[in-house]
């Protein structure tokens, strides 16, 4: 039951900064704005370490490396997200990814031989057919989502699912260590893939690269959009506090349950950001949205009677 509700609540957490996250790519780009979330992430993260009297000689190897994977994995996919709900509707490209997202552990777990109750699987079912309702049923008047915006949201969806398995491959008393590792190489990997961007975003500049319109690097880049530097920061700020709560609520999940489990609840996250969507964005939410966000609290429900 405990592993549900850290389930549900790292959920709530990652909808609400991915609502942030999409709100700040707008204004930066998706590729800064991710950098700069990690960045953040890494500075909440130490902190959190430090506070948890974290032993820095106790990281063991397996926690540098599935730690690390998880970094590299999770880094592309928030950076694929947050392009595709700067793109948007948020409503509909958020879903998108997070079905994605939630498909990859299960499958996963059934490739390496675990198996849940018939309960466990009909919940699972019943969370992915939620997530569907969500966001793929169209509203009047809604946004068409452009092809890059779902390039993206599945590309996040599968660096997100990776993400997932191999936090829950850590070591059960490694504590929060292994999001240190993932957040150490996330940076890594960021910078890297900022300086290849902002080479490329030159090269394109001087004529080196010709295409018909703008190119995903551009889109990844923000070199399409007015950039606000103020806002973007703020944006941020919260979002790498809140990634970082969000993701030590999973980990900690994974520790009592699990992956199939928590990661579904996990992929829940768009619950979140279509109601701060459509209360701030003032994007519809139809019936039948509602009635899968209904869904999906049965389907949590259910997982932890599993």
Not at 30 to 43: D, E, I, K
Not at 54 to 63: L, Q, R, Y
Not at 70 to 89: C, E, R, T
Not at 210 to 222: E, K, M, Q, T
Request: with cysteine; aromatic share 8%; glycine share 12%.
């Amino acid at each position: 039951m405990l592993s549900v509700i850290l389930g549900l609540s790292g959920a709530v957490v990652y909808g609400v900064s991915d609502f942030f996250g999409g709100l700040g790519a707008r204004h930066l780009g998706a590729l800064r704005l991710t950098w700069l979330s990690v960045v953040a992430g890494l500075v909440s993260t130490v902190i959190a370490f430090q506070l948890s009297s974290g032993d820095w000689a106790g990281i063991t190897p397996e926690t540098l490396l599935w730690g690390g994977l998880s970094g590299v994995s999770g880094s592309l996919g928030i950076m694929f997200l947050y392009a595709s709900l700067a793109i948007g509707p948020m409503s509909i490209v958020s879903p998108l990814g997070a079905v994605v997202a939630a498909t990859i552990p299960v499958l996963w777990e059934v490739a390496i031989g675990k198996l849940l109750s018939p309960l466990g699987y009909i919940a699972i079912v019943i969370a992915l057919i939620a997530v569907f309702m969500v966001g793929f049923v169209k509203a009047e008047g809604a946004i068409r989502v452009r092809p890059q915006g779902i390039v993206f949201a599945v590309l996040a969806g599968v660096g997100i699912g990776g993400y997932l398995i191999c936090m829950s491959r850590t070591a059960g008393d490694s504590g929060i260590s292994p999001f240190v590792a993932n957040r150490v190489v996330a940076f890594c990997v960021l910078t890297l893939v900022v300086c290849v961007a902002w080479l490329i975003s030159r090269a394109r500049k001087r004529g080196w690269f010709r295409s018909a319109g703008p190119a995903s690097v551009d889109l990844l880049a923000g070199d399409t959009i007015t950039t606000n530097w103020s806002r973007a920061l703020i944006f941020a700020r919260v979002c790498g506090v809140l990634d970082t709560l969000g993701n030590v609520l999973i980990l900690s999940g994974f520790r009592l349950g699990t992956l199939s489990v928590v990661g579904v609840l996990s992929a829940l996250y768009p619950a979140g950001t279509i109601v701060l969507a459509a209360l701030v964005l003032k994007e519809k939410i139809g019936r039948v949205q509602l009635a899968g966000m209904i869904l999906a609290l049965a389907a949590a429900a259910l997982l932890s009677l599993s």
